[in-house]
Every structure is written in C-alpha cells, then in structure tokens.
C-alpha cells in the first residue's frame, strides 16, 4: 500500500512537473513573461493589460500575460503556484511577505539589472522596505501611509474648531460629537479583521512605544498599556461608535462616508470613495494626533513586485519592469488607485502637487513606520489583534492581556 | 477453485474502483504527508517531524475551542435544521392551493450561493444600518442597537440560525421525497381504524421517514461540519477567535499564519471525525433497517 501509494504519487509528480517544464519551454521560445497581479480595484486589471499591450508593441516577439487576481487569495494562490512549480515570472506581493519570499530562496535579486540612475528614480522611503542584506529584491508598486480624516460640519455642530493635534484633543472633541446623539459619533475605530492591530498602532506610537524593541515585543512596555487604555477609555465613553468589534476596515470607511463619525484613520484611497460615493461630504484630511510628548506615527505600506528565481525569461521580465516603472505608467497607476508616488519624477506630476488631501499624506511620510521585517509577523499581528479585541470588549483588563500577548510574541520572535 | 472465480466482473469496476481510490486516497496520502514534516508557507517540505504538528494543535487552546464550538455548532445546525424541515415538508406534502409556489419559495433559498446569502446577512445584522435591528426597532422589540457580530454571546447563535436557514431547504427536499414514498391507503387504513393525526404521524410518517432522516442526518453533518462560508463572512472567527469553528481554524493556520504543517493536521483531525461518526452512525442506524 505504501509502496503502492509512491509510486502513484511519484507518477503524478513526474507527469505534473512534465507538463510544466513543456508549458515553461514553450514559453521561454517565445519570449513569453508570466506577471501576477494583485487586483486593488476594477481598474487595476484593464490598466495591467494596457502597459502590457503598449510594451509588447514596443518590444515585438515578446508575450506579456496578465493574472489579475483578488488580494483576499493572492497569499494562496501563490502558495500553491510556488508549491507546484508553475509560478509566473513576477509578481505583485505585500512587502510585508517578502522576507519569507527571500529566506525561502524564492525571489531573485535584481541589483544585477539595475544600475544606480534605475535605483535613484525611487523615492528611498519606499525603496528601503523592500532591501534585504544589502540587495534588492523587489520594486515598490504601491505605497500607502495613513492620516486622519474628519467630518467639517459634524466638528462645526459640536463646536469644535480646529482638527484635534493631539489625542487629548482628540479625546475631548470626539466626546463632544458622540454627544450631538443621532446616530453620530466622535472617533471611528476598527476591531475587526484585517489591520485591527495596525489602528492600535497609531496610539501606541504617540505613546513612545515600538512594535518590535531590540528584538523583543514591545506590547509590554507602558506606552503600548496607555495606549490601549486610551482606546478602551474612548470606547467606555462612547466617544466610539458602539460595538467596536463588529467594525472592518470598510465598516468605519462607510460610517464616515455616510457623515456618521467625526474622525477616521485611514488610507489616501478613501479620497477616492469619497469623491465617487458621497460627494458633498465636507471633510478634511489631517495628521495622526500626538501623544503627550509630541510622538507621532503614521503606518507605510508597500507592495512590492518581485521576479522569481525560477524564471526563464529574467532579461525580458525586467525590461518589462523597467516599462512599467517609467513615469506616464505610474502616473495612471496610481491616479487610478488613489495611492501616493513612488518615483521622484511622479511625485512632481500635477495630479498629486495639485492635490491637498494628498498633501498631507506625502507630508506625514518622514513619520511612517513599516511593519517590521521579521519571521513570523503575520502570527503576532493575529495575536495582537486578539489581546486588542479582548480589552475592547471588556473581558480583558489590559496589562494583563498585554503582557500575555507580549510573551507569546516573544516566543515567536526568538525562533 | 480460484481460477475458476470469474474476473470478468473485477476487470469491469476496476477503472472506477481506480478513480475512486485516486481521488478518496490520494489526497489523504499527500496531507499525510504535509502534516508529518515542517512545511515552509510555500508548501515545500522540509524535515520530518513525526506527530509533532498534532502535539502542537494539542497544546493549542484555540484549537481545543474550535473543536468544541464545532461540536456545538453540527448539532445544533443540523437539529435545528431537522426540527424545522419535518413540520414544513409535513406541511408541503398536504394538497392545498398554491402548494407548487409554496414549494419553489421554500427550496428557491437554497439555488443562491451561500457565500452571498452570508454577506448579505451580515449587512442585516450591522449595528448602525443593518435590517435587523431597524426591524426590531419599528416593533418596538428593542430600544438601542444591538451589536449582534461584536460579541460571540450574540454572534455565535446568529450564525447558527442563518445555517438552519440555509440547510432547510435541501432537508425538506429529502424528506418530501420520503413523504411521497407513504402509500395513502396506510393512512385510509387508520383513519378507518380511528387513529388521530398525531398517532398517525408517530406510528406511520416518522417510522417510514425514518431512512430518509438518517440521509438528512449524515449529509447534513458532514456538510455542517465543513462548513466555511457563513463563519468567514459574518466574523472571520473573530472577536478573538471567540466564534471559530475547525475549518476557519484551518484557514487561517494554513492560508494567514502560512503553518501549513498544522493546518493539515487539523484537516485530518476532521476527516477522522466524519469518518468516525459516519461509520458508528450508518452502523447503529443503517443497518438494522436492512
């Protein structure tokens, strides 16, 4: 039976490898490069084909095809690409994976394709993410930061005149909104899914503390406690929409679109919505408050995109990316999407100079903090997320959970 | 003796017996597999590691939560489910007017796919602007909005309600099946003998539904206990982990936290639990009806 069950496994194996090295050779004759693509909205896949249409004119003989997939199932689609060999030659992954991507031997660098003009066309903030051991293993294609949105006629209501700049301000002006009643409430904060440890973030930071501390956790240290009891305080005062841990990401988005919360921490893109869903809202984009001592953070977030070590055609996926990474096509890209420039010469265009709510996020990015490069984030960003939502709902006191969480981020971090 | 055993009838199920063997056992092998050696979260295997990824789910009180919960969960679901399909297939089998529109409106839930069912449950059970709570509201059932998905307390029950929901429908299909198999004349019979509606339901329906029941019963199971789609889409197993079941365990082990090792032997765990069940049940229920 197990001998039975190799042999049978070893057949299949050797047929699916078979029909991937034919599909492969097939593909490097005729100069066929392979991208996955991460779908941010409906107008990520059209433009995708577009640049690959535009360059293959320029470079006839080379094939461009397009994977458009749903950021949910990128993660596993590309597991079980790369488990089975059949991966494309680039791909668009978070920056966050990508140490996983290089441990792994997975992704190729590309310092031997870049020369220093290809590197200097970067703004380095967003370049560095994506630098590993000194050597380059991806290209930012996306990048974000966070500001805090707020509601003009809602903080007008309640008698509040200027956006609050630090978050005992904040405290007192969200207070005074909750109270205008009507469904109408002072400060938005997520506790569910995705990110709901990275909107504890921006208060931990005020507070002094880092996530990751001389490779220990710093959940434990007292800026993370006084953080979190600001938020639990918040909630106890309703100065929050209720219910906190039934709200995403997307659930505090619409609230605020729907001119139901005063203040909001969110990315550029909700610009976008806003213009598109609920024009004749009177908002206004500002910093992420300060804590007592004048700290303040912002969260970056990059997408990067990789070649593969196991591609065939490495010289034609870079000259595809260097296409890709001059500035009309990232001009569109990024116009379309709602994020912030990547490249210096982008940055210059009027789309983003012109552009006030842009201007504060690009303002904010000497305070932005990348989520850490270390093995295992994924699990202790879970395990935040976690002890968050027990204090939120009150059936943790917070230094204990803290504390708890703190240790078992510990014992992943030593590993 | 042997070489007279005709071959023919072997040689004529053998390509079926094949695929069916290729794919029941294949997969299992292979899970097999993955969940005795670490596996890096691109699914490459590494060293060999004995049980050690089931000692790991051992020691793991979200994994010993989960598999109570989806203990708590199948029952309840497919309890629920029964209860309810009985009186209402009970009740689409009499002949009344407008019975094939009856009909079509309780099985037409069951052709939407249960991943949209779910979404748009869960926009009826938002706290601010769901359809719940402002029906609740204009009946004067409630005073404040309830959040229903923050808490498990309250989360966890609704999930359970929008599965009984959603497996009505296939329930009733199986069981008005079996309705229909009753002879009439058994009714005439007792009707004539004096016998009252509830006595004939008890000592004539239940006893001949009884096979289409344990169908309900197992498929239901099996089916229930698998189930991902409403779990996902109302909390993600979340606050805390509080409302998940094993296969959003397995999920997010495997597809979030990129322990695919674990991940399979969670997989496995459930298989052995189906298995188990299905055996012990089709044995003690099955086979005496034979």
Redesign the interface.
Known sequence: MRIA?HW??RT?RVALSGVALLALSAAAEAGTVRVTVAEYSAKTGPYFEKVAKDFETANPGTDIQIEVVPWDSL??K???D??AGTNADLSIIGTRWLL?FVS?G?AEPLDGYMDQAFKDRFISTFLTPSVMDDKTYGLPIAASARAMYYNKDLFQKAGVANPPKTWAELEDAAKKISALGD?VYGFGLQ???IETDVYYYYAMWSHGAEIVEDGKSGLSSAGAAEAAKLYKRLIDEKAT???????SRE?TQN?FK?G?LGMVITAPFLSNQIRDEAPKLQYGVTGIPAGPKGDKGTYGVTDSIIMFQNSKNKDEAFKFLDFLFQTPQRVAFTVNEGFLPVEKEEAQDKHFTDSADLKVFTSLLPDARFAPVIPGW??IA?LT???L??I??G?EEVEPALKAAAEKADAILKQ | MTAERPILPYLMIAPSLCLAL?IV??PI??LSEIASHSV?????LRDFVGLANFEALWNDPNFIASLWRTLVWTVCVVGGALLTAIPVSLVLNEDFHGRGLARVLVMLPWAVSLTMTAIVWRWAL????GMLNSALMGMGIIGT?I?????AST?FPMQIFIAVIVTVPFTVTILLGGLSAIPDDLYEAAALEGAGRWTMFRTITLPLLKPFLNIAMILNTIYVFNSFPIIWAT??G????STDILVTYLY?MG????K?GEASAVSLVMFAILLVFTLVYVRLSMRREA
């Open positions: 069950s049978a496994q299949v993660q596993q590309l597991t079980t790369i488990s996983d792994q997975i469904g506790g569910k899914e929409q209720p219910g906190v841990t039934s709200y659930d609230l729907q139901k994924e699990e879970d997320s976690n002890a939502q027990s939120y709902l059936k | 290729a056992v294949w092998v292979e890096n979260r691109f699914g490459q938002s706290g601010e602007s909005n959040q229903w998905l923050a808490e989360a909390t993600q979340g606050p805390a982990n997010k597809f979030r936290l990129g695919l």
